[in-house]
T-cell receptor, first 113, second 115 residues
Framework: GENVEQHPSTLSVQEGDSAVIKCTYSDSASNYFPWYKQELGKGPQLIID?????GEKKDQRIAVTLNKTAKHFSLHITETQPEDSAVYFC????????????FGPGTRLSVLP | DAGVTQSPTHLIKTRGQHVTLRCSPI?????VSWYQQVLGQGPQFIFQYYEKEERGRGNFPDRFSARQFPNYSSELNVNALLLGDSALYLC??????????????FGNGTRLTVT
C-alpha cells in the first residue's frame, strides 16, 4: 500500500523567513496531494492541494510543488508569521474504490517572533 | 454554513467498555470517513461511507464498526476498548466520492481516553 514520508519532523524559523516541508510517496497511482494545517485542539484544515496533472500551485504565501517522476511534493510558506505555527500534514490519495487518504507523520512548525 | 460536527468532544472510558462517537457532515456532503490520530502521528484511515454503504476499511480490528444514516450522519463504534484505543477520532466529509480529487473536510474530533 501507499506510504507517505515527511521531513523534517520539526522546523523552527524566524518570522518573515520561508519554510519548506517535503513529502515522498510510494504509490505511482496516487494522483491527489492535499496539505493540512492542524492547530492545537482542532481538526486538520485544508490549506492547499495539487493534482497530478499540475506541477505547481500557489495561493498567496503558500505554494506546493509536485515531482511525479521522483514521487515527491513540497509545501513552501513564504513570509512566515507567528500564526503559521502549527503541525502540517501532507497526504496522498488515488481514485480507486475503497481507497482513502494516507497521511504523513507531520511537521511541527514554529515561527519565532 | 456549519462545518463537520462531532460529539462528544471528550470521553473517558474504562478498558473493556464500548463507545459510540457521532458525526454530522457538512450539508450536502454524502461521504463520511473516520480517522484515528494517535498523539504525535498523522491521521490513520478507519472507515469510509458513501451513500450509506461502506466503501473502504482500513487496517483496524473488527472491534471497530461504523454506519451511516439516511441523513448522512455517521456513528463510529468501538467495542472491548483497549488502552491503545486512546486517540483523537476524526470525522471528515466530502462532497463527492473520496479518493479522487475531493478534499476531506475534518471536524475537530473526539478525544477518547481509555483508562
Amino acid at each position: 500500500g501507499e506510504n507517505v514520508e515527511q521531513h523534517p519532523s520539526t522546523l523552527s524559523v524566524q518570522e518573515g523567513d520561508s519554510a519548506v516541508i517535503k513529502c515522498t510517496y510510494s504509490d505511482s497511482a496516487s494522483n491527489y496531494f492535499p496539505w493540512y494545517k492542524q492547530e492545537l485542539g482542532k481538526g486538520p484544515q485544508l490549506i492547499i492541494d495539487i493534482r497530478s496533472n499540475v506541477g505547481e500551485k500557489k495561493d498567496q504565501r503558500i505554494a506546493v510543488t509536485l515531482n511525479k517522476t521522483a514521487k515527491h511534493f513540497s509545501l513552501h510558506i513564504t513570509e512566515t508569521q507567528p500564526e503559521d505555527s502549527a503541525v502540517y500534514f501532507c497526504a496522498a490519495s488515488k481514485p480507486t474504490s475503497g481507497q482513502n487518504f494516507v497521511f504523513g507523520p507531520g511537521t511541527r512548525l514554529s515561527v519565532l517572533p | 454554513d456549519a462545518g463537520v460536527t462531532q460529539s462528544p468532544t471528550h470521553l473517558i472510558k474504562t478498558r473493556g467498555q464500548h463507545v459510540t462517537l457521532r458525526c454530522s457532515p457538512i450539508s450536502g456532503h454524502k461521504s463520511v470517513s473516520w480517522y484515528q490520530q494517535v498523539l504525535g502521528q498523522g491521521p490513520q484511515f478507519i472507515f469510509q461511507y458513501y451513500e450509506k454503504e461502506e466503501r473502504g476499511r482500513g487496517n483496524f480490528p473488527d472491534r471497530f464498526s461504523a454506519r451511516q444514516f439516511p441523513n448522512y450522519s455517521s456513528e463510529l463504534n468501538v467495542n472491548a476498548l483497549l488502552l491503545g484505543d486512546s486517540a483523537l477520532y476524526l470525522c471528515a466529509s466530502t462532497q463527492g466520492f473520496p479518493g479522487g480529487n475531493s478534499p476531506l473536510h475534518f471536524g475537530n474530533g473526539t478525544r477518547l481516553t481509555v483508562t
